[in-house]
Each structure stands twice: as structure tokens, then as C-alpha cells.
DNA sequence: CTATTTCCTAGTAAGTCAATAGTAAAAGTA
DNA sequence: TACTTTTACTATTGACTTACTAGGAAATAG
């Protein structure tokens, strides 16, 4: 008998058609979760390796999907792999040196875009002039949080100051329109 | 022989298949011009009627895909518009009091999403415990900057202090890998 | 050799995006 | 009233993306 995998929130009220202009793919939540656990192995032994199967149940992830995300995140140099019985995967640099930057352009490419070019390639006639400004900002934004976060710093819940206080504005944990 | 019109950019190279963690939607980018025609209506006299045709001229967008997106911008009050000979659209609300926050979430909805779902909802078992507070920091800088730009702000060339901080940081007009 | 585990290619169903087409409804003009 | 202009709305389209699944090749340990 064969269970079928039920990715988590699959039943839950998805969000109305739009994803809005921030949308974190499956492939970079299953990606980070996957790393973590991985940073969960290193912290006792850097070389010991998880094997596929072992990330996708501790994770509740398909594991198919997943060995494709993992194959990205070797390509990249994020994670190492070894083939065969006793084989699996680990991290392949320090926790500390991975940010969710790293992470994010493996698995889906650059972080910011707008109508599929970069920020920076956009031009603007006449009244709109300098809406690009506008569009840079928003991408050095995201870059400043997530170039400021390692995995390690998730993995111990240690987040950087300016992020914690991003946490703490009043309302970060609301949504805004009911 | 028909000619196939090219939407403005289309020619240039167009980043490779994925689209990153931000995407700024055609919607959202046409939107944003759209009301930067209609700001600077507005400065002469408020209530000055502008045409869809004229707007997509002076912006360079299809004419049809740009009435769809001024429709949605007066479902959201952000935008009044008249029917009919002499008819146009205006700005219904003072441009310093419309966030470009408010644009995006009218065109493309809630700014942040994880695999479709709010951040707030997502839920992370074991090793990825604290994932979430990573992707609510996320919107809460998206949200700042977004909220924190008027209309006015665009307009003028004159953001906030913070956002042009974030625009004087080394590096924030080049991509990051060649 | 056999069992295990990653590597790789291909495929697919559903959905989204960026438009276009065509018609109805409102408003002004003659 | 008739006519023109302009927005409002619905439906449709083709290309593409997303989130997977299937099946086999290649490597590794015993």
C-alpha cells in the first residue's frame, strides 16, 4: 500500500487567483526547509548525509519535487551529494555563509523583476520618469534582509537586529485588509 | 501580411525563464505610469478628465489591457472615471494620501505570499520551526518601503530619507551575478 | 551481482499572465 | 431623437510557469 504525501497547507484557503508582487515559491520553502534539516545534521557531524527520503517525511515535502530542488542546490554549491547505499546529501558550506539570498537564486533566480526584465533595464517616458528608482529600492530592500540572513541564524533563531525589529513593528503579524 | 505588436521591453533579453522572489506584473508596472500621467493632471486641476487612449499613448501601453487595470483602480477608489463624449479618468484621491502599496495590492493583491498561502498561515514542523518569521520579515520590509512611497513621492523625485538610503547603498544599481 | 540511492530527462495537468475582441451602457452634441 | 464618443464588462486566447510525477541511467556499498 502506498500513502500518497499531502504537501502541508494543500488544503487550506489558498490565496485569491493573485500572488502578489512577493510570491516565495514551493521551491524555495521545500529548498529551505530541506537546508535546515541539513543544518540540523551538520551541527552534530558536517559530514554526515541525509539521505532524500529521511528531509521529504521530516518535512512533509514530495520527494520527487525535492530531489530536483536538492540536484539545484548541489549545482549551485550549496549542498553536496554522494550516490548509492550510505548515500545522501549535506550541506556543503557553512551555515553561517549561506543567506536565504543564496538560497532564493539557486532555486528561482534573480530576486526581483519587474515585467520579467531587471529593475535596473526598465525605462520610463515622460510622468513616470522615476518610478525605476522606486523598483531598485524595493529590490534592495529584499536584498537587505535576505543577503542579512544565514542559515544558521534561522536554524538557532538568532536573526539579525534590523530584521527583529522589522518583526516588531506593530501589525507585522496582521494582514492588512480583512 | 499582419504586423504582431510588440509590448514595449519585449524585444530586450528577458531574464531566463524564472521569475524571483519579487515580480512586479505588467499590471502593476502599467498601473503605476497610469497614475503618474494622472498626477500630473491632477496638479493643474483635480478634477481634469484624462482619456485611457491618451494615458496609453503617453505611457506607451496597450490600450485595452490599460482600461482593465483603470477599472480596477476605480473599484478600489483610487481612481474616478466618466462615461461617455468628454469622459476620462481622474485621481480620486489626493496623491500624497495613495501609497504605492495601495497600487499593488488593488492590481496584484496581498504584496507577500508563500507557496499561495500568507506567511502568518504557513506552519513549519521540527529543523524549519522559525521559517516563518523569515517570511513575515520579508513582508514587513516590503511593506515598508511600499507603504512608506506616495504617489506625490514619485512624482516629485522626492522619496523618504530611508528609501534613499537603501538607493545610496554600494551596489544597489548593479545586479549581483554576472 | 544486488540493493540502494542520487542523477537526469521528459512529460503533464492546472493555472496564470498579458493581452485582444466584441458588445453594452452612459454621456455629451446636433 | 439620432449619433458619436468614451468607459464598463465579459469572454477568449496563446504562451508560459508551476508543481509536480514517471521511468530509467549511473554510481556506490556490501
Redesign the interface.
Known amino acids: 500500500m502506498s500513502r500518497v504525501v499531502q504537501p ?2 494543500a488544503v ?1 484557503e ?13 521551491k ?2 521545500y529548498g ?2 530541506a537546508l ?2 541539513l ?2 545534521a551538520y551541527r552534530i557531524d558536517p559530514l554526515q548525509l541525509i539521505k532524500g527520503e529521511a528531509i521529504a517525511t ?3 515535502v514530495p520527494v520527487k519535487f525535492l530531489e530536483g530542488i536538492l540536484r539545484q542546490l548541489r549545482q549551485s554549491g550549496i549542498v553536496a551529494s554522494q550516490r548509492g547505499a550510505e548515500g545522501g546529501y549535506r550541506l556543503d558550506r557553512d551555515p553561517s555563509d549561506v543567506t ?1 539570498a543564496d538560497v ?2 539557486a532555486l ?24 525605476r ?14 543577503e542579512g ?1 544565514s542559515l544558521e541564524d ?2 538557532l ?1 538568532k ?1 539579525p537586529s534590523d ?1 527583529t525589529e ?2 516588531a ?1 506593530p501589525g ?6 480583512p
Open positions: 502541508v497547507n487550506n489558498r490565496m485569491t487567483g493573485n500572488n502578489g508582487a512577493v510570491h516565495i515559491s514551493a524555495a520553502d529551505m526547509r535546515l534539516e543544518v540540523a521530516a518535512q512533509q536565504i532564493v537564486r528561482d533566480g534573480p530576486l526581483a523583476a519587474v515585467r520579467g526584465n531587471r529593475p535596473e533595464d526598465v525605462e520610463y517616458p515622460g510622468a513616470s520618469e522615476h518610478l528608482e522606486v523598483w531598485i529600492a524595493v529590490r534592495a530592500a529584499m536584498r537587505h534582509v535576505l540572513i534561522v536554524a533563531n536573526l530584521v522589522l518583526l513593528e507585522a503579524w496582521q494582514r492588512r485588509k
